[in-house]
T-cell receptor, first 114, second 117 residues
């Protein structure tokens, strides 16, 4: 019972490099989300996808792009990594975007940018 | 602006003691409310949620939370803390509408719980 799977778990990049974080869920959920978590900041929404084929910006979208590849997969891309993007990134999914459907989280990707 | 506030950054309690973690929200109307727990190196796990009805809600792992409209609060409680409860706890809120951005969660900044033996 995998739930939400994120790859990789850890990554170190140099400033200016690009990278794609992968996320897949096996719960047949419609909605998927990308968050970043920084010390003392809680979780902040980067992008979300209410359903396959749609994506929308969240609170902190600058410097990121996303792709909802299919119902299962939602990727996050850093085109030109910056040290300010050092963070822990979480992917989540829910059955529907409504608040009655709690979000299920992956274990995170710890990203360091030098 | 909508916001969720957790006033305590770090709390230490003794094993077996009771626990209360505070959460206050600021919304135009009563939002939907959640508590999540994050163990070190892990993702977030839902403890409990409040939508309407009874103001005292029960969750997993022996946790409960009480919604108080007059105080705009949704505090998390546990009668007797176990060492395995050491983790970071996040309160979150969302509006009730499907579609649009109002269904998204807004998180508090978290409260780290340490448990003394």
């Amino acid at each position: 019972n995998a739930g939400v799977t994120q790859t990789p778990k850890f990554q170190v990049l140099k400033t200016g490099q690009s990278m794609t974080l992968q996320c897949a869920q096996d719960m047949n959920h419609n909605s998927m989300y990308w968050y970043r978590q920084d010390p003392g900041m809680g979780l902040r929404l980067i992008y979300y996808s209410a359903s396959e084929g749609t994506t929308d910006k969240g609170e902190v979208p600058n410097g990121y792009n996303v792709s909802r590849l299919n119902k299962r997969e939602f990727s996050l891309r850093l085109e030109s990594a910056a040290p300010s993007q050092t963070s822990v990134y979480f992917c989540a999914s829910s059955e529907n975007r409504g608040p009655g459907r709690p979000q299920h989280f992956g274990d995170g990707t710890r990203l360091s940018i030098l | 602006a909508q916001s969720v506030t957790q006033p305590d950054i770090h709390i230490t309690v003794s094993e077996g003691a009771s626990l209360e973690l505070r959460c206050n929200y600021s919304y135009g109307a009563t939002p939907y409310l959640f508590w999540y727990v994050q163990s070190p190196g892990q993702g977030l796990q839902l403890l409990l949620k409040y939508f309407s009805g009874d103001t005292l809600v029960q969750g997993i792992k022996g946790f409960e939370a009480e919604f108080k409209r007059s105080q705009s609060s949704f505090n998390l409680r546990k009668p007797s803390v176990h060492w395995s409860d050491a983790a970071e706890y996040f309160c979150a809120a969302a509006r009730g509408n499907y579609g649009g951005s109002q269904g998204n969660l807004i998180f508090g900044k978290g409260t780290k719980l340490s448990v003394k033996p």
